[in-house]
Structure formats: C-alpha cells, structure tokens
C-alpha cells in the first residue's frame, strides 16, 4: 500500500501544490486546514508521515500543539514543519517539540521528495527487527544506526533523526573535531552556523536529563567539536 502523507496547512493552493506533487509520486495523501479537523483524523487513524504549518487560519501557533500531540502518541511517526515562519526562535521550537525537520515553503520539491524518503526510511528501519551489526557502542554510548535510537548507560534517549546523525558522527570517531560544516554534511542538512550550535545544545541537555555528569561532547573554539576519547 502507498504511504499515507497528511499535509496540514490552512492555504488551499499552497496545500492542493503539495498533494498533487505527492500523489504523482505515488503518495496516498489527505489535507486537513485546522488543527481541530486533523486532530479528530489522527484520533481514528495515524498517517505514515506529517507535514503541518505553524499558523493554522486564526490559531497562531495550532501546529506546535498539533506537534506535541502527534509525537506524544507516537514517538516514531516522521513530522516535518513546513511553513513560511523562518525565524531561528520557531525553528528551535519546533525542534523541542519534536519536529524530525523544518521546512521553509521556498523548499524545492525535489529536495521535499528526498527528504520525506529519508525520514520514512528512518521509520522503516526503526519498526525492524534490531540487528546487532548495526550498533555502535562507545563507553556507555549505544546507536543502533538501522533503527537510529541512542541508548545512555541503557538507558532510551529520544532524538531527531538530525540530532541522531550528529551524535553518529561525533562519536564514530572519538578525539576528532568535526567541524560545523561537516556535521550539517553527516546530518544532511542545510543550515548555519548558529542552528548547528542550537542542535548541540539540545543534544546535550538530552543527555544531562539522562546523567548531570555527561560531558563526552566538547566544544574546540573556532573550529567545532568532538567526542571525547577519554
């Protein structure tokens, strides 16, 4: 069966671009303009992917709390905001809520195309049978790289699928510094300097929710950061 894409998003054209883009890709997709209307679908049945606006007709910040609901009842579904709010501030609100990305509506479809096979790869891969050639263990450290989840001291930590491929490459390699721009690189991201210093310090405070103690990533002034060896 094709995957289900929900698009929430208050704009019709906008929203009708979006679905016919899809369903030429062989998509099953359905559009809801509000959250109370997306909110009352998602209860009878979940789709296999979510890509919600912030501002939603008159409520200014309806597809945060749409966020936070979806992701609470179902902590791998892929949930991406598209939206034409391009401020750092909603971004990394976004990201807190637990948004896997964030999409500006200058997004091209073809990257829109790529970046949604990603993420439902993700699911795929976290819904299969977990093989032991597909971890990687540093000290207390555990990535399942196929399932792409992140154990601490056993303990389940939840991360983006971004921050989950910045931790990767950190800690693939430890004692050696890894730029910005090659951690945008491993994440498959495009973003600046700024978010990728925003990223770390949610990873981070990730961990300290999990162990006060944790101070495995360091920061190397000016030029990035590392996992530490020691």
């Not at 809801?32 to 912030?54: G, K, V």
């Not at 056993?154 to 090659?182: C, H, N």
Request: aromatic fraction near 8%; charge should be negative; glycine fraction near 6%.
């Amino acid at each position: 069966m094709p995957h289900h894409i929900a698009i929430v998003e208050d704009e019709a054209a906008i929203a009708a671009n979006y679905r016919d883009a899809l369903q030429r890709r062989g998509f099953q997709v359905s559009l809801y303009t509000d959250q109370a209307s997306a909110s009352a679908a998602f209860r009878q049945q979940l789709p296999d992917f979510a890509i919600i606006d912030i501002g939603l007709g008159d409520d200014m910040d309806g597809g945060f709390e749409l966020c936070r609901d979806l992701r609470s009842r179902c902590p791998e579904l892929p949930i991406v905001f598209l939206t034409a709010r391009d401020s750092e501030l909603d971004m990394i609100s976004g990201l807190r809520l637990g948004a896997d990305d964030y999409w500006t509506k200058d997004i091209s479809q073809e990257y829109m195309l790529a970046r949604i096979a990603a993420l439902l790869r993700r699911t795929k891969a976290l819904r299969s049978p977990e093989q032991q050639e597909d971890t990687l263990q540093q000290g207390a450290l555990t990535l399942n790289v196929e399932r792409m989840t992140v154990n601490w001291n056993t303990e389940a930590i939840d991360m983006t699928l971004t921050e989950f491929r910045i931790v990767r490459e950190l800690a693939r390699r430890p004692g050696q510094i890894k730029s910005r721009q090659q951690l945008m690189d491993a994440a498959e991201v495009v973003q600046d300097d700024n978010t990728i210093t925003s990223h770390i310090k949610r990873i981070r405070r990730k961990f300290m929710d999990t162990d006060k103690d944790f101070d495995k990533i360091e920061a190397v002034y000016g030029v990035g950061y590392r996992w530490s060896g020691k």
